[in-house]
């Protein structure tokens, strides 16, 4: 169940990007405070900090990182609640290097939203053609929702979570010192 439920994201993904319709010759405008307010739940930031944690990369440097990106884009100044954010907020992602194209982070660990903003053009340069593919996400929710929000469920009572979605560096801040393992997402 864990893999497969970014499979309809990552076949249309593979999909444009067989056309020539991906991210290749753009300056990664959707990761960038000029579009980006990808926010996560406990399950997403759960599996990146799994994927980081038995990859080695869940540093120090890293962890910096993240909260230099909360503190410049004030995103742990929310409003509303974690069910519903009144006010979501751009900010550049702490993934985004900058120097090569492309996330750090594979497929199978992106949150959904990522992986669903797809270039559609051949010459895509600035972002222009990208957008959200929203009947995919709808899709892919549809096929998992109760599994999701059973595991999403299970993890804010383990681990006192009050929140349902946050702005991912927010997420993963939340949930950075906890012990995660892929037992809790089964």
Same mark, same amino acid.
């Given at each position: ?18 056309? &020539? ?8 405008? +959707? ?48 409003? &509303?609640? &974690? ?18 194209? &492309? +996330? ?83």
């Amino acid at each position: 169940m864990l893999k497969n439920r970014r499979e309809n994201l990552i076949t249309r993904m593979i999909q444009l990007s067989s056309e &020539g319709q991906d991210c290749q010759n753009c300056p990664g405008t +959707c990761c960038t405070f000029q579009s980006n307010s990808m926010m996560s739940t406990p399950l997403e930031t759960s599996e990146i900090l799994i994927w980081l944690h038995s990859t080695q990369q869940k540093t120090e440097s890293l962890k910096e990182k993240i909260q230099n990106t909360i503190s410049q884009y004030r995103l742990d100044q929310l409003t &509303g609640y &974690g069910r519903r954010s009144f006010l979501r907020r751009t900010y550049t992602c702490p993934f985004f290097n900058h120097k090569e194209l &492309g +996330c750090p982070l594979p497929p199978e660990k992106k949150p959904y939203g990522c992986l669903a903003f797809n270039a559609h053009h051949k010459v895509e340069k600035a972002g222009e053609f990208c957008f959200s593919e929203t009947e995919e996400l709808i899709r892919r929710e549809e096929d998992n929702q109760a599994w999701e929000a059973s595991i999403n469920e299970k993890l804010k009572l383990k681990h006192k979570l009050w929140w349902d979605k946050l702005p991912m560096p927010v997420a993963l801040i939340e949930m950075w010192n906890m012990d995660l393992s892929n037992e809790d997402l089964l």
